[in-house]
Every structure is written in structure tokens, then in C-alpha cells.
């Protein structure tokens, strides 16, 4: 069992940045791949970006892209994202999440079914 924490949300105004951390502890040594999704009031969870642990490769969803990186330290177990140029439609609960099964970051990456592990979520707000 892989545990996830995150931290970092709060409230930013709209163009300003934030950085998300998840720290991973138990198992993490079967994680191979580490994301980050959303999720706003009403609507699905939607992916952000994917990272390969071993590697760093990474795989964005289309709306953060250019915006958004994803990283991890390997020695400290974390993952992070970090956003900036923030928009009022960025607003929702960040996650972070877990895949034992695939070694890989693609298109597949973008499903929340392929996650085996997810963090309790951290509150970001992005206002006018």
C-alpha cells in the first residue's frame, strides 16, 4: 500500500502561481508512474499530467500545457506541480495518484481507473 499527502493549495489570484506537493510513503518502491488529477464542484475528475518516476518523462492534459510542470524527487518520495498562469477555470480540488501497473506515461495516463493509489486532495482557488 502506497500512502499520498498533498499540500500546497490555498487561494491565488488569477495570472499568479502555485506549487503542489505529494509525499508518498509505504510501498512507494511499486509506484511506477505518479499524477496529478482535478476535480471542480459538478463535474468528473479530469487529468493534468503524468510523470514516469524512474525516468521523469512526463505527459500533459491539453488544458494545462505550457502552464503546468510536473516533477518528482526521488530521494524525498515527492511529487509536485507546479502551475502558473492560473485561470479561474483551474479552480478544484487537486490530486495525486498512484500506478503500480504501467511503467509508462501516454494517452492512457489520462484515465482515473489506472490508478491503483490516491492522495485525500488539496483545495486550489483561483479568483478575479
Known amino acids: 500500500q502506497v500512502q499520498l499527502v498533498e499540500s500546497g493549495g490555498g487561494l491565488v489570484q488569477a495570472g499568479g502561481s502555485l506549487r503542489l506537493s505529494c509525499a508518498a510513503s509505504?510501498?512507494?518502491?511499486?509506484?511506477?508512474?505518479m499524477a496529478w488529477f482535478r476535480q471542480a464542484p459538478g463535474k468528473e475528475r479530469e487529468f493534468v499530467a503524468a510523470?514516469?518516476?524512474?525516468?521523469?518523462?512526463?505527459y500533459y492534459g491539453d488544458s494545462v500545457k505550457g502552464r503546468f510542470t510536473i516533477s518528482r524527487d526521488n530521494a524525498k518520495n515527492a511529487l509536485y506541480l507546479q502551475m502558473n498562469s492560473l485561470k479561474l477555470e483551474d479552480t478544484a480540488v487537486y490530486y495525486c495518484?498512484?500506478?503500480?501497473?504501467?511503467?509508462?506515461?501516454?494517452?492512457?495516463?489520462?484515465?482515473?481507473?489506472?490508478?491503483?493509489?490516491w492522495g485525500q486532495g488539496t483545495q486550489v482557488t483561483v479568483s478575479s
Open positions: 495518484a498512484g500506478d503500480r501497473r504501467r511503467s509508462t506515461v501516454g494517452p492512457w495516463s489520462m484515465y482515473v481507473d489506472n490508478y491503483n493509489d
Open positions: 509505504g510501498r512507494t518502491f511499486s509506484t511506477y508512474v
Open positions: 510523470i514516469r518516476w524512474s525516468s521523469g518523462s512526463t
